[in-house]
């Protein structure tokens, strides 16, 4: 049997290398029925005439029969229309037509569920079904540069400027979903923590090699380089083809050398040599967890879309020692207890809603950090740890050793959580397991309600060190406050007024308790006083609203009217 030949395009001129390059072009592409841009233009498919019942333009005589007008139109736009797939202007509707009916993988399977798909705008090719399986085959599409939309990052795009760095992004650059290149500008403060961190490490030794995991568009390692200059060896790292494509573009943008390297090549291949240029950045495009494997570094940060736990092993593998690992957790819904089994088959936590969740989700990361530390041979020394926005910070130091792993562990322990009185506790370290480990807790709500009164929390980090501490009052001493925090609000009385934050420090550091505020709640106090007597704190120095003392006027005063009812019928 003779092969059949492909046929020829009608144009006998061999496609120049220019047009091999150009994207494809949508207007000019022969398109199917099924691709329209508005919904009248479907509905301009079916034919007007006298004709009662209609049938369906995109789907056979046996499917969907032909019907009344109103009921066709109704049809169109609810089952084509509605779970159509937009690209540049156009839906693709799904077709259920048999065009695909010969992909059937037997006889007996029925052609009506094989004919549903979609017709493709960019290659005309037939997707089964599923409309996110069409999705995703627009998505390679651009990745691989096969549309206009693919050359996006190559029109002029709109240009931020941060602390003296220009970035340029590309359109919907706030939505993850909407576009491959992600920048925030409400992670100012959190490029701004991790920057101070690098110049503290850059004063101890030089040069630093510096790893940023995802870098996206490259903006906080474009900080490093242009304001550290020689003093750091900044590496970009993001697997994406167009992340990597626009950091190129934001390192000419600010007059840094872009340089990749290969295996295959013993010499980096310079992206552009210009005499202008006043810095050098690596750039690489590969996995975060192999790229770590294979180097040392440091300083490394990492930023992932969610949780960081996949990668901290990879980080504490090859990391220098006394290097400086930041972890930026952006899974809030886990770390904030709104999804306790995520937070448990992440962190091995079991985690409830309490009024210190901030801390106790910058502790749940903590606690991740030393053993994925611990399991290299490392110990960990907490620099900063706080929680902004809808991320949770944390930078720490690596100790090589096993016996500063070891001290490290030592510092994790459970913690015993009241739900009724919010009362809290570690748990005491021992080698025999108490029956009821409830009975730690200062409260006796264990007695009157046994088996609902508390829950045993996760392992936690028993220590912080609070980078962030205000100015200290008179007699306060230089000493390690105690864990969590209370709210006055959550625990004020009703009717009182609450009194001003640094009375209450104030009485309560005279009482003899070490008392402190934190960063994690501008109205929370950290002290070692038991509720009890921070609610007796709260209510000595609580005045009377204007509202209680309203209604008590007006008790008294219908209290002297009953008492004399002459008086009132006189008047």
């Known amino acids: 049997v003779e092969p059949v030949q492909k046929e020829e395009p009608c144009s006998e001129e061999p496609a120049t290398e220019d047009e091999e390059k150009v994207p494809h072009d949508v207007e000019n592409t022969a398109k199917h029925i099924s ?65 695909v009916e010969n992909t059937a993988q037997n006889e007996n399977e029925m052609p009506g569920k094989m004919s549903a798909h979609y017709h493709c705008i960019i290659c005309s090719a037939t997707v089964a079904r599923r409309r996110t399986e069409m999705i995703r085959h627009i998505k390679r599409h651009v990745e691989k540069g096969e549309t206009e939309a693919s050359a996006s ?97 934001n390192c000419r943008l600010n007059k840094l050398r872009a340089v990749t390297k290969s295996d295959e090549m013993p010499e980096a291949e310079c992206e552009t040599l210009d005499e202008d240029l006043v810095g050098t950045i690596e750039v690489t495009q590969m996995d975060a967890n192999v790229l770590m494997h294979m180097r040392s570094y440091d300083f490394i940060h990492l930023d992932p879309f969610g949780t960081s736990v996949n990668y901290l092993d990879a980080a504490f593998r090859n990391v220098r020692n006394l290097g400086i ?32 969740y901030r801390e106790l989700a910058a502790r749940v990361v903590l606690s991740a ?27 720490v130091r690596v100790l090589r ?30 080698n025999m397991i108490e029956e009821n480990p409830y009975k730690q807790l200062p409260c006796d709500c264990y007695k009157s309600m046994p088996g609902r009164s508390a829950v045993m929390l996760g392992k936690r980090k028993s220590q912080e060190m609070n980078t962030n501490a205000p100015k200290r009052l008179k007699g306060e001493v230089r000493t390690e406050h105690p864990p969590f925090y209370y709210s006055i609000h959550r625990h004020a009385i009703g009717g009182l007024n ?34 009890a007597t921070l609610k007796a704190v709260l209510k000595k120095n609580s005045s009377l609203s204007n509202t209680s003392q309203i209604s008590s006027y007006k008790e008294g005063s219908e209290g002297q009217n009953e008492e004399t009812p002459l008086q009132e019928a006189a008047t």
């Open 153 to 249: 990052f190559n029109k002029p795009q709109e240009i931020l400027q941060e602390s003296n760095t220009a970035v340029q992004v590309l359109p919907n650059s706030n939505t993850p979903q909407k576009s491959s290149t992600f920048f925030n500008p409400v992670m100012k403060t959190n490029r701004q923590l991790i920057f101070c961190a690098l110049v503290v490490l850059s004063e101890e030794r030089k040069p630093l090699e510096c790893l940023d995991a995802f870098s996206s568009t490259g903006i906080m390692g474009l900080q490093w380089a242009k304001h550290l200059e020689n003093a750091v060896n900044v590496t970009l790292n993001d697997i994406s083809d167009h992340s990597v494509a626009v950091i190129k573009e």
């Open 401 to 430: 050793g096993p016996s500063l792993a070891d001290e490290s562990t030592k510092l994790l322990n459970n913690l015993i959580h009241c739900h009724w009185c919010e009362e809290r506790i570690f748990q005491k370290e021992g």
């Open 369 to 395: 950090i030393a053993r994925a530390a611990a399991r290299c041979n490392k110990g960990i020394e907490v620099l900063l740890s706080v929680a902004l926005e809808h991320f949770v910070l944390v930078i």
């Open 498 to 531: 609450i009194p001003k934050l640094n009375k209450i420090l104030q009485s309560l550091s005279d009482a003899g308790y070490l008392v402190s505020r934190t960063h994690f709640d501008p109205t929370g106090i950290r002290t070692n006083a038991t509720l």
């Open 35 to 99: 691709i329209q841009k508005e919904l009248s233009d479907l509905e301009a498919l079916v034919e007007q005439n006298d004709v009662q019942k209609k049938p369906c333009p995109l789907c056979p005589e046996n499917r969907f029969r032909s019907c009344h007008i109103s009921k066709l139109l109704r049809h169109l736009q609810n089952l084509h229309w509605k779970v159509s797939v937009e690209f540049d202007g156009y839906r693709m509707c799904i077709c259920c037509l048999p065009c």
């Open 325 to 356: 690992v930041s972890v930026t957790s952006t899974d809030t819904s886990s770390l904030y207890a709104k999804t306790v089994h995520v937070a448990k088959r992440h962190y091995g936590c079991n985690i409830i809603r309490t009024e210190y």
